[in-house]
Nanobody
Framework: QAQLVESGGGLVQAGGSLRLSCAAS???????MGWFRQAPGKAREFVAA????????YYRDSVKGRFTISRDNAKATVYLQMNSLKPEDTAVYYC???????????????????WGQGTQVTVSS
C-alpha cells in the first residue's frame, strides 16, 4: 500500500490552468500511477496514467492535448498539469497507485489499490 495526498485543486475559469500534485509515501517505487475523477452523480472515471519510468503515458480521449501527467520519483510525487480547462472537467480528482509493478494499461479503478482523499477542481463558465 501507499499513502497518497493530493493538492492543487481550486476554482478556475474556463480556459484556465491548474496543476495537481500527489505526494506519495509507503510503497511508491516501481509502480505506475494514475489520476481519476468523479463528478457529482457520476461514476469515477480514468483521466491519465504514467508508468514507473515515466516513459509511457495514457489519457482518456477528452483530455488528450490538454492534460499532462508526469512524475518525479526522487520526490515521490505525481503531477497532473491541466490546461484549457472546461466546465465539464469539474470533479473531485483522485490520485491512485496501480496494484502491480507491471502496468497493463488498465483504465479500471478496480485495478488501482491505493487512493488519496481527492482534491476538488471547479471550472466556471
Amino acid at each position: 500500500q501507499a499513502q497518497l495526498v493530493e493538492s492543487g485543486g481550486g476554482l478556475v475559469q474556463a480556459g484556465g490552468s491548474l496543476r495537481l500534485s500527489c505526494a506519495a509515501s509507503g510503497r511508491f517505487m516501481g509502480y505506475a500511477m494514475g489520476w481519476f475523477r468523479q463528478a457529482p452523480g457520476k461514476a469515477r472515471e480514468f483521466v491519465a496514467a504514467i508508468t514507473w519510468s515515466g516513459g509511457s503515458t495514457y489519457y482518456r480521449d477528452s483530455v488528450k492535448g490538454r492534460f499532462t501527467i508526469s512524475r518525479d520519483n526522487a520526490k515521490a510525487t505525481v503531477y497532473l498539469q491541466m490546461n484549457s480547462l472546461k466546465p465539464e472537467d469539474t470533479a473531485v480528482y483522485y490520485c491512485a497507485r496501480y496494484s502491480s509493478s507491471y502496468y497493463s494499461g488498465s483504465y479500471q479503478a478496480r485495478d488501482f489499490d491505493s487512493w488519496g482523499q481527492g482534491t476538488q477542481v471547479t471550472v466556471s463558465s
